[in-house]
Structures are given as structure tokens and as C-alpha cells.
């Protein structure tokens, strides 16, 4: 079985663009769900999207935004990028179903804003 | 919103010793409790988890111990291998929510 796949694995971005990243979720799982990791506030939650719906988000402001499609698949924009968006974005799926509540975390893309 | 602490920041053990890592969360509703190891460069990976129903969980050398009353999770790794070292982090969530808050993690250093 296929693990969470994203896409592209490293991007380099200058302030004011904008980028979206991709995440294939686990053949199954209906959830995938959007992290940062930065070495000073560590991992975070951005937002969570089941049956193609937002059903979760944390604390980010509004240029963080995402969508789920009908495979499960996912993507991420942020927008106007800042240097502080400088992160690796890690996705992870599950299946969602409130039973199981194991989440699978892909390599994650790499994002510098410069 | 929950909040999760975790101690220590690191922690270097010889080859053989035991490592425990401790973790308190701030949501009593939370009743998932998941623990990652990442290496360098790598996704966090799964090791093991524990529901509000069971007080400890073990998988070989790993085991996981839940304390609801204190609000107190820890993560205890026997017979420590160097191929242990990595960075760990402790998770609480609430069922249904599919929403982690992370501790900070600890770097875990296991010399041969």
C-alpha cells in the first residue's frame, strides 16, 4: 500500500507569490489534514478536510487556504507569501471514520520564501 | 485550545539505557494520545498511541503510560539502540476533531 505522496518536495519562492502543494492521501483514507513544522514553534495545525469539506483549521491566517477533491486528494495555496511562510508543510491522511484515528504523515515540501 | 508540554528538550542516554520522555496536555476531552519519531529529514512516523481508556500500551521496547487524572503521558524506550536517536514528539487530540496539537519534541541522543 501506497503512503501519503506529496508534491513538489522542495519549492523556492519569493515574497509576494503564491504556491500550492499537493498531497495524495493512503488508498482509503477519506481525511487529510495540513501541518507546518518550523524550528521555532514546531508542528502545527493548519487546517482538516473530510468529504471535500474544511472541517477543522487552526490558528493561520486567511492566505492558508485548501480544498479536497472527490479521490481524497488534496491541495494547499498560501497566498502573498511571506518570509515567515518558510516551512516544511507536511500532509497527513487517516481514515477518518472516528473509529480509527491514525494519521499518516507524507515527506512533506519543503518551502523557502526568499 | 489544548495545549501539550513535553520534557525534556533533549535527552543523550549510553547504548542499552532507558529513555522516558514526558508529556502533559491541557484538554481534558482529548482521549488520543499519539507518539512520532522523526529522523533527519524525514516524515514523523508513527510508533505508538494510546486511547483514555488504556492506562499503558507496550510494542516491544516501547511503551506508553496514561495518566487522565494528572493529564500526563509518557513515552518510555528500553534497551536504547543507537538507531533510536531521532527527534520525538508527543500528540493529544480529541476523537472525531482529526486535529493534533504537538508537544516540542525531544531530541533523543543514544551513544554507542
Known amino acids: 500500500k501506497a503512503g501519503v505522496t506529496q508534491t513538489p518536495r522542495y519549492l523556492i519562492k519569493t515574497r509576494g507569490q503564491q504556491v500550492t502543494l499537493s498531497c495524495s492521501p493512503i488508498?482509503?483514507?477519506?481525511?487529510v489534514s495540513w501541518y507546518q513544522q518550523t524550528p521555532g514553534q514546531g508542528l502545527q495545525f493548519l487546517f482538516e478536510y473530510f468529504s471535500e469539506t474544511q472541517r477543522n483549521k487552526g490558528n493561520f491566517p486567511g492566505r492558508f487556504s485548501g480544498r479536497q477533491f472527490s479521490n481524497s486528494r488534496s491541495e494547499m495555496n498560501v497566498s502573498t507569501l511571506e518570509l515567515g511562510d518558510s516551512a516544511l508543510y507536511l500532509c497527513?491522511?487517516?481514515f477518518g471514520n472516528g473509529v480509527e484515528e491514525k494519521l499518516f504523515f507524507g515527506s512533506g515540501t519543503q518551502l523557502s520564501v526568499l | 485550545g489544548e495545549n501539550v508540554e513535553q520534557h525534556p528538550s533533549t535527552l543523550s542516554v549510553q547504548e542499552g539505557d532507558s529513555a522516558v520522555i514526558k508529556c502533559t496536555y491541557s484538554d481534558s476531552a482529548s482521549n488520543y494520545f499519539p507518539w512520532y519519531k522523526q529522523e533527519l529529514g524525514k516524515r514523523p512516523q508513527l510508533i505508538i498511541d494510546i486511547r483514555s481508556n488504556v492506562g499503558e500500551k507496550k510494542d516491544q521496547r516501547i511503551a506508553v503510560t496514561l495518566n487522565k487524572t494528572a493529564k500526563h503521558f509518557s513515552l518510555h524506550i528500553t534497551e536504547t539502540q543507537p538507531e533510536d536517536s531521532a527527534v520525538y514528539f508527543c500528540a493529544a487530540m480529541r476523537t472525531g476533531r482529526r486535529a493534533l496539537t504537538f508537544g516540542s519534541g525531544t531530541r533523543l541522543q543514544v551513544q554507542p
Open positions: 488508498s482509503g483514507h477519506r481525511s
Open positions: 497527513a491522511s487517516s
